[in-house]
């Protein structure tokens, strides 16, 4: 078992340019989040997807944010004209048991660097 | 909404010491579970220790942590912290009659020190 895998580990783009993530659960998990990881702000959830339906997207900067789940082994969080203030690690993380995603298993994170 | 407030962001301690990591929540729900991940450097976030039960101490890898309702609070403890308890730790809720997603809190970093 890998765990979830994320890549690219780190990321940096020019302001205004796209950045896409990408997520590999671990198989077998039903639920997939995406969490953003800042000093100040600590694990903001952005959104999750329960067999590969979109749940709940409330933490997601609707404008420039959006995130699609394909297919049961990968996630993608893309982020449109990317701004300083987007540069943070995002996480993904995935849970065995849709009902009641209690323990999530997370990924190293993508550190993106918004120049 | 559901909100968890870690007041500390970063607590130095010396090894051998006792440490309390406060962690304190709002919710309107009655039905929620309470949290602990702990992310040490260069690693993911992993579950430490969870509770539901009120006033019932819960307790993992020498830490330990008791829900009370009546404060909201759901500190964590440890009597003695070694050198390797160095990372950083966060504090959550998940809802269990709503959407099926942790809340967490800002981050504790702790740094114990020789």
Not at chain 1, 8 to 24: D, S
Not at chain 1, 29 to 48: C, D, N
Not at chain 1, 71 to 80: A, E, G, P, V
């Amino acid at each position: 078992n890998a765990g979830v895998i994320q890549t690219p580990r780190h990321k940096v783009t020019g302001k205004g340019q796209e950045a896409t993530l990408w997520c590999e659960p671990i198989s077998g998990h039903s639920a997939v989040f995406w969490y953003r990881q800042t000093i100040v702000q600590g694990l903001e959830f952005l959104t999750y997807f329960r067999n590969q339906a979109p749940i709940d997207d409330s933490g997601m900067p609707k404008e420039r944010f959006s995130a699609q789940m394909p297919n049961q082994s990968h996630s993608t969080l893309k982020i449109q004209s990317t701004q300083p203030q987007d540069s943070a690690v995002y996480l993904c993380a995935s849970s065995p048991d849709w009902a009641s995603a209690e323990t999530l298993y997370f990924g190293s994170g993508t550190r993106l660097t918004v120049l | 909404g559901d909100s968890v407030t870690q007041t500390e962001g970063l607590v130095t301690v010396t090894e051998g010491l006792p440490v309390m990591l406060n962690c304190t929540y709002q919710t309107a729900y009655s039905d929620v579970a309470f949290f602990w991940y702990v992310q040490y450097l260069n690693e993911a976030p992993k579950l430490l220790l969870r509770s539901s039960t009120d006033n019932k101490r819960t307790e993992h890898q020498g830490f330990h942590a008791t829900l009370h309702k009546s404060s909201s609070s759901f500190h964590l403890q440890k009597s003695s912290v070694q050198l390797s308890d160095s990372a950083l730790y966060y504090c959550a809720l998940i809802n269990q009659g709503g959407s099926a997603k942790l809340i967490f809190g800002e981050g504790t970093k702790l740094t114990v020190s020789s």
